[in-house]
């Protein structure tokens, strides 16, 4: 079992940058598949970075590319999402997702765990 927790969302404006972590417990951390999904108001959770098992190849929906970054630390069981140069359509509750499996992590039903979810909210 996994259990994951998401921290470092909040309220910023346009341009502005946050940090999120997802801190996993459990054994096997190295071996999951990590990603990170959004859920506007009133939408569907929708993909927005992935990171998989070494060497830590990793993937970005097109609306985040070059602006966001995903990187974990296995020592820690930490996952980040380093989100730059942010917009108001940015906003969403943000979800960290773990996957046992051995896909491209792109899609949510695929994953096996989910955090709480973390607001992050981008004012113009």
């Known amino acids: 079992q996994v259990q994951l927790v998401e921290s470092g969302g909040g309220l910023v404006q346009a341009g502005g940058s946050l940090r999120l972590s997802c801190v996993a417990s459990g054994r096997g951390f190295s071996n999951l598949i990590m990603g990170w999904f959004r859920q506007p108001p009133g939408m569907d959770r929708e993909f927005v970075a992935t990171?998989?098992?070494?060497?830590?190849?990793?993937d970005y929906a097109d609306s985040v590319k070059d602006r966001f970054t995903i990187s974990r630390d296995n020592v820690k069981n930490t996952v980040y999402l380093q989100m730059n140069n942010l917009k108001p359509e940015d906003t969403a509750v943000y979800y960290c997702?773990?996957?046992?499996?051995?896909?491209?992590?792109?899609?949510?039903?695929?994953?096996?765990?989910w955090g709480q979810g973390t607001q992050v909210t981008v004012s113009s």
């Open positions: 990171i998989r098992r070494a060497p830590g190849e990793s």
């Open positions: 997702g773990a996957d046992r499996g051995y896909g491209l992590g792109h899609n949510h039903l695929t994953y096996d765990y």
